[in-house]
């Protein structure tokens, strides 16, 4: 467990690419609502280049 949280308070997230769509990336969020969707520079192998990547559902 880190900081108190257990995995009943822990979702599933995707990183989507900004250009071609695809869901290249999966991390575990917190189950908190936030306002602001993360956003990481990281490789995208269908465009061949670093891209941005934004966490969808």
């Known amino acids: 467990m880190i900081a108190g949280l257990d995995d009943s308070m822990k979702r ?11 869901r290249n ?14 956003e ?5 192998r269908h465009c061949n280049k670093h891209t941005l990547h934004r966490e969808t559902k």
């Open 25 to 38: 990336y999966t991390i575990t969020a917190s189950g908190t609502n936030k306002q602001v969707r993360l």
């Open 12 to 22: 599933k997230a995707s990183l989507a690419c900004a250009e071609c769509g695809s």
């Open 40 to 44: 990481v520079k990281k490789f995208c």
